[in-house]
């Protein structure tokens, strides 16, 4: 998965002691191997093929904390976003 654009940003706002934004963006998935087509995988794994589906449509929102080195992601594990 590799963000393909941001398409809206609100904030940063101070949430006790630290910055945080809101993100809204577009994201896409390349190179997916030609086993995710069957239709065995899609009925066995339908939230990672929501992810799938919903790629260059979707637009999830991700908190993002604000700091000296950039931007981390609230409640992902350690993604750095810029």
């Known amino acids: 998965m590799t963000p393909d654009g941001v398409v809206q940003w609100e904030g940063p706002a ?6 945080e934004a809101h993100v ?3 994201y896409k ?3 997916l191997p030609a086993w995710t087509s069957d239709s ?3 009925a066995a794994f339908r939230e990672v093929m929501k992810v799938i589906d919903g790629a260059e449509t979707e ?4 908190k993002v904390k604000l700091t000296s080195n950039g931007g981390e992601t609230v409640g ?7």
């Open 14 to 19: 101070d949430y006790g002691g630290y910055q």
């Open 24 to 26: 809204r963006f577009r």
């Open 29 to 31: 998935i390349e190179g």
């Open 40 to 42: 065995t995988f899609r």
């Open 59 to 62: 637009e999830p929102v991700r």
């Open 76 to 82: 992902l594990r350690r993604a750095s976003i810029f």
